[in-house]
């Protein structure tokens, strides 16, 4: 409800931008405070509450505890809903930010893929699906040897490609062409997979990214086609 007119709904929207970024004003721990407002993005799973708890980190208070910051990431990352909130944040706000980039990376995958394809357990694997696809905006030598190891399991091949493939296409992706095309061609993808052929044709001629590149991508599709 809103203090203005007590009897008017507040969106799950409206309540994370009004409440989101007061739980780090409470008077707990720090941890506690990171618990809290994750438990209040299992609520509402909306976006702005990520935002807070990245706010909160670079504040004058920040950094928050490392190891309650990046757990809470990777439950959520496993659970059996996926939480878009959760993977947009990723993307947008720590994976695009070079400065934050390879830690964040680390954290949710790269210091425990070689565990993860070890044990082939169910939700650690769902957590490297989430975070491969959304990690076009890795720096790729932070990144390649985490596409390495995923290779390992045809579970993960798909995931691997639309990491691949993010890379082409995010206005801050990032690639080394020769290496992906390489790791692209290693690949076992279903007959027909979209964009596969485009992808392999614009990594073959060198491109890097699609906006530093303007019309290599069209022109991959109307060659194959």
Not at 27 to 40: M, T, Y
Not at 43 to 59: G, H, K, M, P, Q
Not at 67 to 85: H, I, P, T
Not at 210 to 222: E, I, N
Request: net charge negative; aromatic share 8%.
């Amino acid at each position: 409800m809103s203090d203005r007119n007590p009897e008017a709904l507040l969106t799950a929207n409206q309540v994370a931008h009004s409440w989101a970024g007061d739980v780090f004003a409470e008077d707990l721990r720090a941890a506690d405070q990171v618990r809290l407002a994750f438990g209040l993005l299992d609520l509402l799973d909306e976006y702005w509450v990520t935002c807070e708890i990245r706010f909160a980190n670079e504040s004058a208070e920040g950094p928050l505890p490392a190891d309650v910051l990046w757990d809470g990431y990777r439950q959520r990352l496993e659970a059996d809903r996926e939480s878009e909130a959760v993977t947009y944040s990723l993307w947008v706000d720590w994976f695009e930010d070079h400065a934050t980039s390879a830690t964040a990376f680390a954290e949710v995958l790269g210091n425990d893929i070689d565990r993860v394809a070890a044990q082939l357990s169910e939700a650690p694997l769902r957590r490297a699906r989430r975070v491969l696809e959304c990690s076009g905006p890795v720096r790729w030598t932070v990144k390649e040897p985490t596409y390495r190891t995923a290779m390992r399991l045809p579970d993960l091949h798909s995931a691997v490609f639309r990491g691949l493939l993010a890379s082409f296409h995010d206005v801050y992706g990032d690639l080394e062409p020769a290496a992906a095309l390489a790791l692209l061609d290693r690949l076992d993808l279903p007959t027909g997979t979209q964009h596969l052929a485009a992808l392999r044709h614009v990594l073959a001629a060198g491109h890097e990214n699609h906006y530093r590149s303007p019309g290599a991508w069209d022109d991959a599709v109307r060659s194959r086609s």
